[in-house]
């Protein structure tokens, strides 16, 4: 069996980078930026006032000056301020010729017509042109995920389309004769195929395009023609059948559809069986069937290839040291993944294991954010010890 870190490694070993398309920025957020964004215009473009206030000539500070003129937001500010005068200027409003200095309007004092002013140093409340971000500077970096920050950043510097790798069309494949659509009412025996939903959800989050075909029935015959449509996507999850079981025919399908295998078994639980497999540039990934299998098994290494194959370049879930509330007694041989809630007490943080830990638990899922990582090797934790934990939320 590969340990988590190998298998990891290898699925990223394999996954392709998608082409680069132009998007609207309206429509970007979430995508991954392919090349950098390279400032075209300075930001701010003009020297402006930080301030509601009076601009003046730090030279002729302190003093008493008659208002030559106002100048507002939006205002071109191309009148000149003369020598021993000030002009009333407003918040983002361009600086005047002749003035290098705001005076915010707390700070002055009427005196009849005229504006008494203190002493204050040149440039005070003043925004100049470019020291946001200079002509030629990289505003945003290639493989930055784009969210409404950089879009507000890249809206003001004038990029009505950024250039973004092209979001992966992911086929999500149900088998198993158990397993029926959230639409019909099981019958004896019979499952809801939660996993596609779940699915679908996460490969959205992930920027992916899910693509749902259903359940193929635990037989080749089945299976074969679905996932030949599967493979018309860039990405392909199946769920279920990829055991050694009677009527688990995952991986036979797989060899008959030309697809070859990477690695099959890693030493973790809940997800042991997860199989990962090429069929040309296309990632063909087998998650186990029961939910909390197939959940751990995306987060641990699906979400990282969706997120490498757009060219983001950090792909993994943010890791913190934990105390494990109540510690935990393993077997060696086997990462475990402890699905918890983590809260803060202090400048530390506590992760409460769910009180189910089954793979079958859908209600493990349910209110946690993290994912406590127990390495192979450790049999014992205590509650003093602190250990990594995946988090799935901020905490």
Not at 49 to 57: F, K
Not at 114 to 130: E, H, M
Not at 247 to 276: C, N, Q, T
Not at 285 to 313: C, H, I, K
């Given at each position: 069996?590969?340990?988590?870190?190998?298998?990891?490694?290898?699925?990223?070993?394999?996954?392709?980078?998608?082409?680069?398309?132009?998007?609207?920025?309206?429509?970007?957020?979430?995508?991954?930026?392919?090349?950098?964004?390279?400032?075209?215009?300075?930001?701010?473009?003009?020297?402006?006032?930080?301030?509601?206030?009076?601009?003046?000539?730090?030279?002729?500070?302190?003093?008493?000056?008659?208002?030559?003129?106002?100048?507002?937001?939006?205002?071109?500010?191309?009148?000149?301020?003369?020598?021993?005068?000030?002009?009333?200027?407003?918040?983002?409003?361009?600086?005047?010729?002749?003035?290098?200095?705001?005076?915010?309007?707390?700070?002055?004092?009427?005196?009849?017509?005229?504006?008494?002013?203190?002493?204050?140093?040149?440039?005070?409340?003043?925004?100049?042109?470019?020291?946001?971000?200079?002509?030629?500077?990289?505003?945003?970096?290639?493989?930055?995920?784009?969210?409404?920050?950089?879009?507000?950043?890249?809206?003001?510097?004038g990029f009505a389309e950024v250039p973004v790798h092209r979001a992966p069309r992911v086929a999500?494949?149900?088998?198993?004769?158990?397993?029926?659509?959230?639409?019909?009412?099981?019958?004896?025996?019979?499952?809801?195929?939660?996993?596609?939903?779940?699915?679908?959800?996460?490969?959205?989050?992930?920027?992916?395009?899910?693509?749902?075909?259903?359940?193929?029935?635990?037989?080749?015959?089945?299976?074969?023609?679905?996932?030949?449509?599967?493979?018309?996507?860039?990405?392909?999850?199946?769920?279920?059948?990829?055991?050694?079981?009677?009527?688990?025919?995952?991986?036979?399908?797989?060899?008959?559809?030309?697809?070859?295998?990477?690695?099959?078994?890693?030493?973790?639980?809940?997800?042991?069986?997860?199989?990962?497999?090429?069929?040309?540039?296309?990632?063909?990934?087998?998650?186990?069937?029961?939910?909390?299998?197939?959940?751990?098994?995306?987060?641990?290494?699906?979400?990282?290839?969706?997120?490498?194959?757009?060219?983001?370049?950090?792909?993994?879930?943010?890791?913190?040291?934990?105390?494990?509330?109540?510690?935990?007694?393993?077997?060696?041989?086997?990462?475990?993944?402890?699905?918890?809630?983590?809260?803060?007490?202090?400048?530390?943080?506590?992760?409460?294991?769910?009180?189910?830990?089954?793979?079958?638990?859908?209600?493990?899922?349910?209110?946690?954010?993290?994912?406590?990582?127990?390495?192979?090797?450790?049999?014992?934790?205590?509650?003093?010890?602190?250990?990594?934990?995946?988090?799935?939320?901020?905490?």
């Amino acid at each position: 069996m590969q340990s988590v870190a190998a298998a990891l490694r290898a699925v990223l070993g394999h996954v392709p980078v998608l082409a680069a398309e132009r998007v609207a920025i309206a429509r970007a957020a979430g995508r991954v930026l392919a090349t950098d964004a390279i400032a075209g215009r300075p930001l701010p473009g003009f020297d402006n006032s930080a301030m509601d206030g009076y601009a003046v000539r730090a030279s002729e500070l302190p003093g008493t000056f008659p208002i030559a003129s106002t100048v507002a937001a939006g205002d071109p500010g191309t009148t000149p301020v003369p020598p021993g005068t000030c002009a009333r200027i407003l918040t983002g409003a361009p600086l005047p010729p002749g003035v290098d200095t705001v005076v915010m309007q707390e700070n002055a004092t009427r005196d009849g017509d005229r504006i008494a002013l203190p002493q204050k140093g040149r440039g005070d409340n003043v925004r100049l042109a470019g020291e946001d971000m200079a002509v030629g500077a990289v505003a945003v970096r290639a493989g930055t995920r784009l969210t409404g920050w950089h879009l507000g950043a890249l809206a003001a510097l004038g990029f009505a389309e950024v250039p973004v790798h092209r979001a992966p069309r992911v086929a999500i494949l149900g088998t198993g004769d158990e397993l029926v659509d959230v639409t019909t009412t099981p019958g004896p025996g019979q499952l809801v195929d939660s996993s596609a939903y779940a699915l679908a959800a996460l490969v959205e989050e992930a920027g992916g395009i899910p693509v749902r075909l259903g359940v193929a029935r635990d037989d080749l015959s089945s299976l074969r023609p679905l996932l030949a449509q599967a493979l018309e996507h860039d990405v392909v999850i199946t769920t279920g059948g990829v055991s050694v079981g009677d009527r688990d025919h995952v991986h036979a399908a797989f060899a008959d559809a030309g697809i070859e295998l990477a690695l099959y078994k890693v030493a973790m639980k809940p997800g042991k069986p997860f199989s990962f497999a090429m069929r040309g540039a296309t990632p063909v990934f087998g998650l186990p069937g029961n939910p909390v299998s197939t959940v751990v098994a995306y987060e641990l290494f699906l979400r990282p290839a969706l997120l490498a194959m757009q060219g983001a370049t950090h792909v993994e879930r943010s890791r913190a040291h934990v105390t494990l509330v109540g510690g935990y007694e393993k077997q060696a041989g086997r990462a475990h993944y402890l699905r918890a809630t983590v809260t803060r007490d202090g400048d530390r943080l506590r992760a409460t294991p769910h009180p189910k830990q089954g793979s079958a638990m859908l209600s493990s899922l349910i209110g946690t954010n993290a994912l406590v990582e127990l390495a192979a090797e450790l049999t014992t934790v205590s509650a003093a010890d602190t250990v990594p934990a995946l988090l799935l939320e901020a905490v």
